[in-house]
């Protein structure tokens, strides 16, 4: 049999007999000559790795796998070291761990006897770690997620004076995003494997090959469909080196010694003249390199087909998306509080958790093997069950679950309040007496956009107005509460590059106050100068949305859903089942058609269910600089049902139409289901650009076949492209999507031409192993829409409002006397928009301060640097891992030139 997910019985045990490899490896279709028929004459060198995939959880609840990796795992690795100590170093027994379970093995906390044998085999070669932490659904995180996570093994090997490791390996995912090849390049890494689980369709991609990033850089890669793949080479292979995964399944940890010799004797059987050697992915991929050979060239994204699973957990996914882009904004700006002489302390131990953190909630295992624990129950069985109580195993699973929520929950709460702390003491120390906001700009370049506040201390404000200490300047204030009025809103202009305005209270107004914005809630819209939007309440959504600049309406009104209603859906047997048979495998219809889509015990007579919340009522809200339409379920449907309400902004001063959507009382259930919100657009020919993580796609070109081309995960946002316009979309906390008609059941290994109908994914169980099969309660997701010109590129209509989208202005509020900083000044900054600092303080792999930017436009030119501190000095050029590789840049007045090229990191350590 292939390997896959084992059953309960089977994890813990792992057997490499001879005939089980065989088994194993003919059972992957491209390795069909695994059979010792008759031997070869053939010269060649088999490359052996023995490794076991690592999940956190899966098998048992994460903190207890983590145990027995630092414990009885370890110690059975180590004890097979030593029972083949004896042997020449080539078949000395190895063993691969990924960067993260190795640092856990050699935590605080270890004996000191047991400390002391793995430091030894670290050392000896005999435990190896590869340069990546474990696997990740990659495109689900942010860049500087992926580059910390180098810095497990990294560390590991600076710690004990061995060489970075140079090779990095997934198992399990399907698909990685197409920012992985320019991470592992611009590390210094040179191999890449990854292997798919066999019981679903693949990449197709070959089995060696260059993939190139989205930047052109190229890393050497090896795919197998399976978790290592055969024993023997295929029919065809060309090259003198062959990598023999021994690869264990899931936690089952080392084989036994006597099991390394039977692999050995069985690979020596069909290739008697081969050579042996025992170690490192890299040994494998040195041994290609030195053949210099010509290899098939990929160029092109992988889209995940198991990231639907991220959005199993709604609300602590929406907590991910929104922490995230702060990490580095804390960090540049907790380093520029220590150059301004404000912030007197470190960060670094705090930063490093939340990164961990971060992380952790992108590991692939999202709690146990649910389909081993619990029966998967429909009706009256899960009401009876959900409602009295969940019986034991049903609790097991939910906690299971949430030691992966609680990943993201440790990081925020880590997060959010030293950011406030720093924001608030960079308030006290302007030159301002008084109460005043402090607007920060936690991006590298000049912009305005909506402050929303709340008072840190006692006491109330009223609405009045705000002004720039600087300029004189005067914005309307909209204050919020009964008679404690503690929370408000605020439009500001013009904040500089990583830098701050400081704002004060005014009776004071403008000259002349004029407004655009209008709404009638008889009449059903609201507008302001760039948009008119009407309503219609017996449909719960949006009737039109007319783009006043280009007179075009961008709804369309024929489409089966309305423009931003909650579409509910639960899946019927027959749904359940076409995706079954798209995706698995026909060999693994028992084993996957039980875990996946639950069609197993779905009844016939399960009806499909597509809905949508309707009848509502609508209220008009003036908010001064922002007007709001309400659309809410009538007080008479009841408390207790699930529904779903929609909130519109538009604003006086920025063209975005803001639309959040509230989802209530949503009950748990284990029936395949999924929850929507649905924006069809009205355009002619679209085509589509999808802000990936660190690069931009059109999905028709880029995306590889055999990804999942109906469900595609977004970093930043997409942009549909008319012949005349093109609209922007950024989607804050559910980032994943459909194009065209909703299809969830469908999985498409090609692309489909869909027209202009996005569906953004709010929730769903549709893979229930991995994942979190139920969840209930209310739910709050917010989507930001903006119309371009159709000369708009990349930069202009994607990629700069996304990111002013996702990293909103900051604000600090002080009531103390004032310090000695300037009322305004600016920090870190690039002369052209779209190019993100991902990193600004510490270097997390020495000593110096590291400056990471990272080009996400896809454009390539000189871009200037501008520092806090106008010194000069020195920049010295890195790669991801600390390690110099270029001429040093000099810094005049705080201040150097560099070569960025598109979809590119440029790392610096500053002197």
């Not at 609840?61 to 690795?77: F, G, N, P, Q």
């Not at 494997?193 to 890393?219: A, C, I």
């Not at 264990?248 to 008697?272: F, L, M, S, T």
């Not at 990804?707 to 970093?715: A, R, T």
């Amino acid at each position: 049999m292939r390997l896959c997910k084992l059953p309960m019985a089977l994890l813990c045990l792992f057997s490499l007999s001879v005939g089980q490899l065989c088994a194993q490896a003919d059972n992957y279709k491209k390795h069909k000559n695994d059979e010792v028929e008759q031997t070869s004459n053939q010269e060649m060198t088999f490359y052996l790795v023995f490794k076991s995939h690592f999940d956190i959880g899966y098998s048992a609840l994460a903190r207890d796998v983590v145990h027995e990796y630092r414990t009885s795992m370890i110690d059975k690795a180590m004890d097979v070291m030593d029972k083949n100590a004896d042997k020449l170093k080539d078949t000395q027994f190895a063993w691969t761990v990924p960067g993260w379970p190795l640092e856990q093995m050699l935590w605080d906390r270890q004996s000191p006897e047991r400390r002391l044998r793995i430091e030894r085999a670290l050392k000896n070669g005999n435990l190896v770690t590869h340069a990546l932490p474990f696997t990740t659904h990659t495109g689900t995180l942010e860049v500087e997620d992926l580059v910390r996570g180098l810095g497990y093994s990294s560390s590991l090997a600076r710690r004990y004076n061995l060489p970075l490791p140079t090779d990095g390996k997934m198992t399990d995912v399907p698909g990685h995003t197409w920012v992985l090849p320019t991470i592992l390049y611009h590390a210094g890494i040179k191999f890449f494997h990854f292997g798919s689980n066999p019981t679903n369709r693949v990449v197709q991609v070959p089995e060696l090959f260059w993939w190139e990033g989205p930047d052109g850089s190229r890393v050497l890669t090896m795919f197998s469909e399976g978790y290592g793949g055969g024993v023997f080479p295929p029919d065809g292979w060309k090259h003198k080196a062959w990598l023999t995964f021994v690869h264990a399944g899931d936690n089952a940890g080392p084989p036994a010694a006597e099991e390394v010799e039977k692999v050995i004797a069985h690979i020596r059987e069909k290739y008697p003249k081969a050579k042996i050697h025992i170690g490192k992915m890299s040994d494998f991929a040195d041994a290609i390199w030195a053949e210099n050979p010509e290899l098939p060239v990929v160029r092109g994204d992988m889209s995940d087909s198991w990231v639907h699973g991220v959005m199993s957990n709604p609300q602590a996914t929406q907590k991910a998306r929104r922490i995230r882009p702060l990490i580095p904004a804390l960090e540049t700006l907790h380093t520029q509080g220590k150059e301004w002489g404000i912030i007197p302390y470190e960060i670094d131990e705090d930063l490093a958790f939340v990164y961990e953190k971060s992380l952790m909630y992108g590991e692939h295992t999202w709690g146990l093997a649910d389909q081993h624990f619990i029966p998967g129950l429909v009706g009256k069985e899960w009401h009876k069950n959900y409602v009295s109580g969940l019986t034991p195993n049903y609790a097991r699973m939910v906690e299971s679950w949430e030691e992966h929520i609680g990943y993201i929950e440790d990081a925020e709460k880590v997060l959010r309040p030293e950011l406030e702390n720093e924001l608030y003491t960079l308030a006290e120390n302007v030159a301002q007496n008084g109460f005043r906001f402090v607007v920060y700009n936690p991006l590298p370049w000049m912009r305005g956009g909506i402050v929303n506040f709340a008072l840190p201390t006692q006491g109330s404000i009223q609405d009045a107005y705000v002004k720039e200490v600087d300029s004189d300047r005067i914005h309307k204030l909209k204050v919020y509460g009964a008679d404690s009025k503690r929370l408000g809103t605020f439009y500001v202009e013009d904040i500089p590059a990583n830098g701050y305005k400081t704002f004060i209270l005014t009776k004071e107004g403008p000259a002349e106050e004029k407004t655009t914005l209008k709404g009638n809630e008889r009449e059903g819209f609201i507008e302001n100068r760039w948009y008119k939007v009407a309503f219609d309440k017996s449909r719960g959504c949006i009737k039109s949305i007319w783009d006043k600049v280009n007179n075009r309406e961008l709804v369309d009104s024929r489409a089966k859903d309305g423009f931003g209603s909650y579409v509910y859906e639960r899946y019927d047997k027959k749904q359940s089942l076409q995706y079954l048979k798209e995706y698995i495998y026909d060999g693994y219809k028992n084993s996957h058609y039980r875990i996946t889509g639950k069609s197993s015990y779905l009844d016939d007579r399960t009806k499909g269910v597509h809905e949508s919340a309707r009848r509502m009522e609508l209220y008009v809200e003036d908010h001064k600089s922002s007007i709001q339409a309400i659309l809410v379920p009538p007080a008479s449907v009841g408390e207790e049902k699930h529904t779903a309400g929609l909130k519109v902004t538009l604003y006086e001063d920025m063209p975005y139409i803001d639309i959040k959507l509230s989802v209530v009382n949503k009950p748990a259930t284990e029936e395949p289901e999924a929850g929507w919100i649905a924006l069809p657009f009205r355009t002619v020919e679209p085509e589509y650009r999808i802000g990936r993580l660190g690069s931009v796609i059109d999905p028709a070109k880029d995306l590889i076949e055999g990804s999942q081309f109906n469900y595609i995960w977004s970093n930043s946002g997409l942009m549909i492209k008319d012949k005349e316009y093109s609209i922007g979309i950024c989607a804050l906390d559910a980032p994943a999507f459909q194009l065209g008609d909703l299809n969830f059941m469908h999985f498409a290994d090609k692309y489909e031409n869909p027209r202009s109908h996005v569906y953004f994914n709010l929730f769903n169980n549709r893979w229930n192993t991995n994942f979190t099969s139920f969840w209930h309660g209310n739910l709050t997701t917010e989507v930001r829409l903006w119309v371009n010109q159709a000369s708009a590129d990349d930069a202009s209509g994607l990629v700069i409002p996304a990111w002013e989208t996702r990293l909103p202005l900051q604000v600090g509020i002080a009531t103390c006397p004032g310090g000695k900083l300037p009322v305004v000044n600016e920090g870190v900054k690039v002369s052209r928009k779209g190019v993100l600092v991902t990193a600004y303080g510490n270097n997390p792999d020495g000593e110096g301060k590291l400056l990471r930017l990272w080009e996400e436009t896809g454009e390539s030119g000189f871009c200037e640097v501008s520092l806090p501190i106008r010194k000069d000095g020195v920049a010295q050029p890195v790669n991801l891992r600390g390690v110099p590789c270029g001429q040093p840049v000099k810094i005049q007045d705080g201040t150097f030139n560099i070569q960025l090229d598109g979809f590119t990191p440029a790392s610096y350590l500053i002197y």
